[in-house]
Every structure is written in C-alpha cells, then in structure tokens.
C-alpha cells in the first residue's frame, strides 16, 4: 500500500512539533501512516498519497487539521493509573490544603485529560473523602487537544474492561450499569459528572483559558512526547495556574521534566508545590 511521500511526512512531523509538541521519529512512521489510514478512508481518497495532496497541496489543512490532532496525539489512559499519586491526593495533599484553608472549593485540573479517566477517577477519590467527613468541596477541569476524547469524556460511558481498574466499592457507588447486561458497558454517576468539567485546551499555546487559583493539577503520562525545552514551558505555564500553596503532579516517567522550574518546589519525586 502507498505510504506517505517523504516531503508529506515531514510535513505533518513539523507542523504536529511546532503545534501540538509531539515528536514524531521516522520510527514512528509506520504507526502515523496506521492512524492516518483511517482518514483516508473517511474521506474516499485511493491513497495517503493522495491524502498528503489533500492536506498540503490542495488547500484543506485547516478543515483537516482537528482530524489529524486527534490521529497523531496518543490517548492511553486508566482509571486509577500510577495509583500511589490517589494515595498521596489523600493521605497528603488535601488534608494540607484544607488545613491551610479551613472548608475551600478545592480546584482540581487533569492537564492531559484523554477519554476522561483520570478526571473521574479524581472524583472518586474527592467524593469518597467527603463521604467520610472531610470538610471541602471541588470542581474538576479536564482538558486535552483531541476533541474526539473530549467528547467521550463528557458522556462519561466506558466499557467494563475499562471500568475494571476501579474497586469494587467504588464502582457500586460511582457507576451506573447499563440496562441492558450485554452492553457490557457503565456510565459514571451524575453527581460526579456535575462537578467535572471537559474543554479543549492546547499545551503548547502561549495562554490557558483556565484559572489562576487551582489547587491541584495533575499533567501526567503526556510531558514524554514533548522534548526538554517544551517540557519546561509547558511546566512553567501550568505553575501559573496554581494558587499559592497549589500542587503539580507529574508522571513517574517525567519526575526530571520539574527540575528546575520557576515557582516549583518539588515535595517528592512526583510532585512540586509552588
């Protein structure tokens, strides 16, 4: 089957480094050209090709250009993923932030939200608190630059080999069965969806549209993609966006990726306090 042309795929390899941050390799290539197959067949074209004309040479980049966001960023996530950071959301860093401010609306922003799981799973664990007696309340921010995950997201549906990562306990209180038993799927439960919100938001923009004052922002899993420098631009924004006091947690594979940054103290390997 035709492959890309090589000044197409260096095409898309600049244009997705210098919009979204990803680096793409040409060890990457057989994969990006995988992913950009299901376009090519979405839009009737014989070839990619000819799907490199479509974007490059015959003027649809723009009309193009969320669909091949969404083929070239990797959306792999988990319910309760790297589970120790939950265990210190709990055990550590919301009791300091409470104790800091009495009873507060705790805001909390998943920075690379995907189809939503670590958003919800922010959720479980902040409801679960308050359901025990802690004294707060919060609201969840979940963004991501694909906009087809987004929109999973905020459904809040996934299918039971998803849901299994979530205990028992957990899943009998925050998801909801499908009616129908051979869906195998559940939804998350309304009164956590009311309190987590999903927008499109681009890490490698020179502005958030977020607040200033979050408490807590979980960027895990995704700061791998984006070379040094961008690592620690991205980390610099984000620092701004916490209140004084605020936590940033990064993903085990990233604990380097916070060295260093203006207005970021690390606490632990993981986890920076500005």
Same mark, same amino acid.
């Given at each position: 089957?035709?492959?890309?042309?090589?000044?197409?795929?260096?095409?898309?390899?600049?244009?997705?480094?210098?919009?979204?941050?990803?680096?793409?390799?040409?060890?990457?290539?057989?994969?990006?050209?995988?992913?950009?197959?299901?376009?090519?067949?979405?839009?009737?074209?014989?070839?990619?090709?000819?799907?490199?004309?479509?974007?490059?040479?015959?003027?649809?980049?723009?009309?193009?250009?969320?669909?091949?966001?969404?083929?070239?960023?990797?959306?792999?996530?988990?319910?309760?993923?790297?589970?120790?950071?939950?265990?210190?959301?709990?055990?550590?860093?919301?009791?300091?932030?409470?104790?800091?401010?009495?009873?507060?609306?705790?805001?909390?922003?998943?920075?690379?939200?995907?189809?939503?799981?670590?958003?919800?799973?922010?959720?479980?664990?902040?409801?679960?608190?308050?359901?025990? #007696?802690?004294?707060? /309340?919060? *609201?969840?921010? &979940?963004?991501?630059?694909? !906009?087809? %995950?987004?929109?999973?997201?905020?459904?809040?549906?996934?299918?039971?080999?998803?849901?299994?990562?979530?205990?028992?306990?957990?899943?009998?209180?925050?998801?909801?069965?499908?009616?129908?038993?051979?869906?195998?799927?559940?939804?998350?439960?309304?009164?956590?969806?009311?309190?987590?919100?999903?927008?499109?938001?681009?890490?490698?923009?020179?502005?958030?549209?977020?607040?200033?004052?979050?408490?807590?922002?979980?960027?895990?899993?995704?700061?791998?993609?984006?070379?040094?420098?961008?690592?620690?631009?991205?980390?610099?924004?984000?620092?701004?966006?916490?209140?004084?006091?605020?936590?940033?947690?990064? #993903?085990?594979?990233? /604990?380097? *990726?916070?060295? &260093?940054?203006?207005?970021? !103290?690390? %606490?632990?390997?993981?986890?920076?306090?500005?």
């Amino acid at each position: 089957m035709p492959h890309l042309s090589d000044r197409h795929f260096r095409s898309v390899v600049d244009l997705i480094q210098s919009q979204v941050g990803i680096q793409l390799p040409p060890g990457k290539r057989t994969m990006l050209e995988g992913r950009l197959r299901k376009r090519m067949r979405a839009l009737d074209l014989a070839s990619l090709i000819d799907y490199g004309r479509h974007l490059f040479d015959e003027g649809h980049l723009n009309e193009e250009y969320v669909h091949l966001v969404d083929c070239v960023t990797t959306n792999k996530t988990d319910f309760f993923r790297e589970p120790a950071h939950f265990d210190i959301l709990r055990n550590e860093l919301i009791p300091r932030l409470v104790a800091r401010r009495g009873r507060p609306l705790l805001k909390v922003w998943s920075a690379a939200a995907s189809t939503g799981a670590e958003a919800y799973t922010l959720a479980m664990v902040l409801q679960d608190m308050i359901g025990a #007696g802690a004294g707060f /309340s919060y *609201a969840i921010l &979940g963004t991501d630059i694909s !906009t087809e %995950v987004l929109r999973v997201a905020a459904e809040g549906i996934y299918a039971d080999e998803m849901l299994a990562a979530v205990p028992p306990d957990f899943r009998r209180r925050y998801v909801m069965r499908a009616r129908d038993p051979a869906q195998k799927q559940g939804r998350i439960v309304p009164e956590l969806r009311a309190r987590t919100r999903f927008q499109h938001l681009n890490l490698m923009d020179g502005h958030y549209a977020v607040d200033h004052d979050v408490d807590i922002i979980f960027c895990r899993n995704v700061l791998i993609y984006f070379n040094k420098p961008t690592q620690k631009a991205v980390l610099g924004r984000l620092a701004t966006h916490l209140r004084p006091g605020g936590f940033l947690v990064v #993903g085990h594979s990233e /604990s380097m *990726a916070g060295a &260093g940054v203006p207005g970021l !103290t690390p %606490v632990s390997s993981t986890v920076f306090r500005r």
